[in-house]
Nanobody, 127 residues
Framework: HVQLVESGGGSVQTGGSMRLSCASS????????MGWFRQAPGKDREGVAA????????YLADSAKGRFTISQDNAKSTLYLNMNDLNPEDTAMYYC????????????????????WGQGTQVTVSS
């Protein structure tokens, strides 16, 4: 069973940066894709970024392009989301997810396309 633990959330002012981490307890377990999602109060869970672990290809939602970067560190069994130029609209609970079978929804799988989830880390951006 893959366990995912997010960290790195907190509060930042508009224009600031933050790096989220997602540690996997069983990184050697087969994972075909991993992603970051966010969910603001009263809104649906939104896909932010995805990485296809085999080839390393990454994809970003339009809201994240030019500001966010998704990356993985195999040695540390960790997935990262680097976020720059944050604004209040980025305020949400951020979740990482992993899928160990077929990754549907290419290039940016939706919430139903992942079968493992972390508990989330809160990101708050103040104006």
């Amino acid at each position: 069973h893959v366990q995912l633990v997010e960290s790195g959330g907190g509060s930042v002012q508009t224009g600031g940066s933050m790096r989220l981490s997602c540690a996997s307890s069983r990184y050697t377990y087969k994972r075909n894709c991993m992603g970051w999602f966010r969910q603001a109060p009263g809104k649906d869970r939104e896909g932010v970024a995805a990485v296809y672990t085999g080839g390393g290809r990454t994809y970003l939602a339009d809201s994240a392009k030019g500001r966010f970067t998704i990356s993985q560190d195999n040695a540390k069994s960790t997935l990262y989301l680097n976020m720059n130029d944050l604004n209040p609209e980025d305020t949400a609970m951020y979740y990482c997810a992993a899928e160990d079978s077929f990754c549907a929804g290419y290039p940016l799988p939706g919430p139903r396309d992942y079968n493992h989830w972390g508990q989330g880390t809160q990101v708050t951006v103040s104006s």
